[in-house]
């Protein structure tokens, strides 16, 4: 048996069977179960940039589930797939990749900052459910599948959220995401049966392959749209967001972000995979355009208001994840454009692609400073820090370098995606750069009032013994810092090596066809 | 080449970057140097400047809040921001509501 | 028994995606408009359930035999099983959701002593 054949498959078994071999081996004192939480995260990244190294070659991984042979993806005597079937292409891994990186940096992080609390065989067991969903989410190539994953990973995040059940504010917070994200999953269940109706089939690749653009193709990818812009936050829907990141414990916040970045993926999936027909004529850009640029305006002017530090940065995200729906729906309008513009937006989801691997690690990293100063200060509320650069000098170091990131400064990789997405979207229309860049001044105007609030300022008498946050903590975060400086020193190794070649492989809609259908249909 | 980026008009290169960075930091630093050279450490020139009053020990009585920070952009923002502050309103069925909505709108505006 | 439950079916027509339909809108109607937090979440079960009684409807094809080789009769065509695996998935999860979504309202409860969805707002602009 040759074991990396089967790495799709081990990609979400590994940590499933952390998830249940937790309770068991939680019991066994503390330095075993801290030991088997970091080897299963870091076992996993090994598994996804293994899985990167293969996929970004050019090759597309198909994996089916209980088949005779892994790799028979049409059964005998059949024309379309039934078997559930994982298909990673480029996108799905640099998706992976993000998911993989910020779920082993919390994983380190928590070791400290959750030693103060009981309860560490659920968070163990759902910590580790909520990465194998969001990672099924990304590999899957079947469509119900994706609505088990989604499942999986949203109730794993419910618990996750009301985590600390002795706040009131954390249980209002998972109940009101869950209210809406139960009737949202389950909107997206009628979507998917709608299209097994329709066709007869579950698999994307099959989908594509027989997609039309009739009226009931049209409802659905309207549903799913709106779903899946819900669940990654965009603006008329994006209220749970900002609540559900502030009360969660941060080690996880920094792996709900990437989970949202899962439903980014199902959404940029459907659209340019699934329904390429429905979703060029224009329309379809134009809603993800204008959902991107009210997440962007609206979220950073609510973050700059905000006196919480974590609710401050849960308002950073929606108007991060506006630039990737602009980025996107750049894409979709330019790329049948011409002369230029399908250049320019290949240009823009380049940038946008770019933008997704920049905003999980730098917005990672800065939950995770948050959550130190938490743990160092006992609070959230930026108003009573003051002072805390000359207690906490590595964190004060990594929070100004994701702050200097998400701002867009240079020489910083955030300037570098803000940028391809500046100077490509104009292509559009001139108003959305005009848009993005306000956005980008107030996003570094927020975070220049919580360097200030929190790090600079006079040493306030009540914060004397606060000391550096242990090393765990400080690991967590230096995994983060140094990808992010990776990525801002070597943009163009990996625009030629990931980024390209995922905008490529979301552009080549036959390609993701055949990967499954062969030469069949 | 590992530190470039192009995008459609010209590229990015953190490495031109770095170059030009120092160079003016080099000019800054000497145009810094020219300067007065008459401050003296550990005299009064040290001593923090409250208004001529005596500096608190505790920081927490003259430092500025964040909420107070940017103050004037909040007040002149203010219809907005009263309009997105009833918009976050609190309650889980007007979230649900904005979910159903934008739904509804999305659908309209693909079917049409 | 067969033989009349199927014609009994084709007589109906479309009228079960009626009735899916309706159940849909009771309850989005019921989640936006109801107050008490247990009331809506008997809303969200009735929108699952509207959900499988859908995907159950998918199910059904004229002259399909169920597809168990041993039981499917002198039928010659079974039905594909995927839409009854997505129905049983789709209860185990909606159990799942339902079931944490009520522990989160006793919590709710316990916290703030009412279930009105109004008051429960300490998270907000």
């Known amino acids: ?521 | 080449m590992w530190g470039q980026v192009t995008s459609g008009f010209g590229y990015w290169d953190v490495f031109t970057w770095f170059f030009f960075f120092a160079l003016i930091s080099f000019f800054v630093l000497w145009v810094r140097s020219l300067g007065r050279m008459d401050y003296k450490r550990n005299s009064d020139q040290d001593e923090i400047y409250w208004s001529g009053n005596e500096v608190p020990e505790d920081g927490a009585q003259i430092s500025v809040p964040a909420s107070s920070s940017y103050w004037g952009f909040r007040v002149a923002m203010e219809p907005l921001y009263r309009i997105l502050l009833a918009f976050h309103s609190g309650n889980a069925s007007d979230y649900a509501g904005y979910f159903v909505v934008t739904a509804a709108l999305v659908g309209l505006l693909i079917l049409l | 028994m067969t033989d009349s439950i199927v014609k009994t079916l084709d007589s109906v027509g479309n009228a079960p995606y009626f009735v899916v339909a309706l159940l849909v809108l009771m309850a989005l109607t019921a989640i936006l408009t109801q107050k008490n937090l247990i009331k809506i979440c008997i809303a969200v079960a009735i929108l699952g359930s509207s959900v499988n009684l859908f995907l159950v409807l998918l199910g059904y094809r004229d002259g399909g035999s169920i597809p168990i080789y041993y039981l499917k009769g002198a039928e010659k065509g079974m039905v594909l099983p995927t839409p009854q695996c997505l129905t049983l998935t789709a209860i185990v999860i909606a159990l799942a959701t339902t079931a944490l979504m009520l522990s989160l309202i006793i919590l709710i409860h316990k916290h703030y002593g009412t279930l009105n969805i109004d008051e429960i707002r300490r998270l907000r602009g």
Not at chain 1, 176 to 185: D, G, I, N, P, R
Not at chain 1, 236 to 254: I, L, Q
Not at chain 1, 274 to 295: D, K, N, Q, Y
Not at chain 1, 336 to 365: C, E, P, Q, W
Request: glycine residues 10%; charged residues 10%.
């Open chain 1, 1 to 521: 048996m040759k074991l990396h054949e089967h790495l799709p498959a081990f990609l979400v078994m590994v940590p499933l069977l952390g998830a249940f071999l937790t309770p068991l081996v939680a019991s066994f004192g503390r330095v075993v179960r801290n030991v088997f939480f970091v080897f299963f995260s870091l076992l996993t990244l090994v598994i996804a940039v293994s899985i990167g190294m293969s996929v970004f070659g050019g090759q597309i991984l198909v994996y089916v589930m209980g088949g005779e042979n892994f790799a028979l993806t049409l059964p005998s005597g059949m024309t379309y797939p039934v078997r559930i079937l994982f298909e990673i292409d480029a996108f799905g891994a640099l998706l992976i990749l993000c998911i993989a990186l910020a779920a082993f940096a919390g994983s380190v992080f928590s070791i400290n900052y959750m030693d103060r609390f009981s309860g560490w065989k659920r968070f163990l067991s759902l910590y580790f459910l909520m990465t194998a969903g969001a990672l099924g989410m990304c590999a899957t190539g079947d469509l119900f599948n994706f609505f088990v994953f989604v499942e999986v990973s949203s109730i794993a995040s419910f618990g996750l959220i009301a985590f600390w059940r002795d706040k009131p504010e954390t249980i209002e917070a998972s109940y009101k995401y869950m209210l809406v994200s139960q009737v949202a999953a389950l909107l997206l269940l009628i979507a998917i049966g709608t299209l097994y109706g329709r066709y007869n089939a579950l698999n994307m690749s099959a989908l594509a392959a027989m997609a039309r653009t009739g009226t009931l193709d049209r409802v659905v990818l309207a549903l799913i749209i709106s779903i899946l812009a819900f669940k990654c936050g965009a603006f008329p829907m994006h209220a749970w967001m900002p609540d559900a990141y502030a009360e969660t414990p941060s080690g996880v916040t920094c792996l709900l972000v990437t989970v949202s970045q899962a439903s980014f993926y199902g959404l940029i999936r459907v659209c340019y995979s699934i329904f390429p027909g429905v979703a060029r004529e224009g329309t379809v850009g134009w809603i993800l355009i204008v959902l991107g640029c009210m997440s962007m305006f609206f979220g950073v002017m609510m973050a700059v208001v905000q006196h919480e530090i974590k609710r401050l940065m849960g308002y950073h995200s929606i108007s991060q994840v506006g630039y990737m729906l602009l980025a996107m729906g750049v894409g979709l309008l330019a790329l049948d454009g011409r002369g230029n513009a399908a250049a320019y937006g290949l240009t823009a989801m380049k940038g946008g692609l770019f933008h997704v691997m920049n905003y999980s690690i730098y917005k990672a990293l800065l939950f995770l400073c948050a959550g130190s100063l938490y743990y160092a200060t006992g609070t959230r509320d930026l108003d009573k820090m003051g002072g805390l650069a000359r207690n906490m000098p590595w964190t004060t170091g990594m929070f100004v370098v994701a702050a200097a990131a998400i701002s867009g400064l240079p020489p910083f990789n955030g300037f570098v995606s803000k940028l391809l997405i500046y100077e490509s979207s104009f292509v559009v229309h001139p108003l959305l750069p005009a848009i993005a860049m306000i956005t980008s001044v107030l996003t570094l105007a927020s975070f220049v009032k919580v360097f200030q609030s929190a790090f600079l300022g006079p040493a306030k008498t009540k914060f004397i013994a606060v000391r550096e946050v242990p090393a765990g903590m400080l690991t967590g975060m230096m995994v983060l810092t140094v990808v992010t400086l990776l990525l801002s020193l070597f943009p163009g190794w990996f625009m030629n090596n990931v980024f390209t070649k995922a905008a490529e492989a979301l552009v080549d809609h036959e390609g993701y066809i055949r990967a499954v259908m062969g030469g069949g249909m």
